[in-house]
């Protein structure tokens, strides 16, 4: 079995920072791909960043430049550093990790920017 347990959102003013965290437990022999993922409520669920457990990133347009995907390998850690976030970032992020071969999601953490 594997587990991904999100952490870190909350409500913030635009403008205002947080960090979320999301940790693989269980039977994770392989980590390679790691993500996360923005659903706001009556939209569909999109990417937000990627990092590959060679360090290599990937960030969707709107959140270039303000946030920062990174991981711990040895804590089998994704962060997703989120600064200058605005009303719009609203959204439950939800992270995905391919382990073993097999895509897995957490139950998603909510972030709520007021204006």
């Known amino acids: 079995q594997v587990q991904l347990v999100e952490s870190g959102g909350g409500l913030v003013q635009a403008g205002g920072s947080l960090r979320l965290s999301c940790t693989a437990s269980?039977?994770?022999?392989?980590?390679?791909?790691m993500g996360w993922y923005s659903q706001a409520p009556g939209e569909e669920r999109e990417l937000v960043a990627t990092?590959?457990?060679?360090?290599?990133?990937n960030y969707a347009e709107f959140v270039k430049g303000r946030f920062t995907i990174s991981r711990d390998n040895a804590r089998k850690t994704v962060y997703l550093q989120m600064n200058s976030l605005k009303p719009e970032d609203t959204a439950s992020y939800y992270c995905k990790a391919a382990v073993n071969g097999k895509a897995y999601w957490g139950q998603g953490t909510q972030v709520t920017v007021s204006s």
């Open positions: 269980g039977d994770t022999i392989c980590i390679s791909n």
């Open positions: 990092v590959n457990n060679a360090g290599g990133t």
